[in-house]
């Protein structure tokens, strides 16, 4: 008998290779409020991160009550400025609807509020393959900590080892390992030097396959 396994996606630079159009959104975002920030600050302390840990560290007298309008204001930017068609990441719409057809059950699990995991996923037209969809306000700790996987395996009623995530960044990347899942680097954002405590790392989705996925987590436990 196959083992049950279950594939949990993260989303910016998973699904959608949307962290450019991100970048470009926080830099018109700040401009607003007569800061900066620097690319290194953007891939360093932004990217995979929770727009509640980010925003202190670039407005530091910001007060806590002003947090969730901040970030609401710039992922409205986002969305507005952003297609999910467009960006979509070559092969995924393909891979999810092929681990749909061997009954994969799927989760996402993105450090995005959700009303972005709301505009992607249903513009894709994917929502309906995902038995749960995590976002920034399922978890008090985002990533690096574990949270957000270890609930999204609970929500596909399996344990971490028996998922395998697809991540895009170090700080996701990290997430997934401590949670305990397989996890699959994506190079939409990163390179496969910085993601090298993968156990697997990608270009995109275009040669993945369901039993692919199913020996990488084979290997993983061994």
């Avoid at 090298?196 to 275009?206: A, G, L, P, T, W």
Wanted: hydrophobic share 35%; net charge negative.
């Amino acid at each position: 008998m196959k083992h049950m396994f279950g594939v949990i996606f993260d989303m910016d630079g998973v699904i959608v290779d949307s962290n450019p159009v991100h970048k470009k959104s926080i830099r018109v975002f700040c401009e607003r409020y007569d800061t900066e920030v620097s690319d290194r600050f953007l891939v360093d302390r932004v990217f995979g991160r929770k727009n509640s840990d980010w925003l202190p560290e670039v407005f530091e007298s910001i007060k806590s009550e002003d947090i969730e309008r901040l970030s609401e204001e710039k992922e409205e930017l986002f969305r507005e400025m952003f297609d999910p068609i467009k960006y979509q990441v070559p092969g995924v719409k393909e891979f999810i609807r092929e681990l749909g057809r061997a009954s994969v059950p799927m989760a996402v699990a993105t450090s995005a509020p959700a009303s972005n995991s709301s505009y992607i996923l249903g513009e894709l037209n994917i929502q309906n393959y995902f038995r749960a969809v995590m976002h920034t306000s399922d978890v008090q700790r985002g990533k690096p900590a574990p949270d957000i996987y270890e609930k999204a395996a609970s929500k596909l009623k399996l344990s971490p080892a028996q998922c395998v995530v697809f991540e895009d960044s170090p700080t996701g990347a990290r997430a997934a390992k401590s949670a305990g899942c397989i996890t699959v680097g994506v190079t939409t954002t990163y390179s496969d030097k910085v993601l090298k405590d993968c156990s697997r790392v990608i270009e995109n989705f275009e040669q993945v396959t369901t039993e692919e996925v199913r020996l990488w987590l084979s290997e993983g436990r061994s």
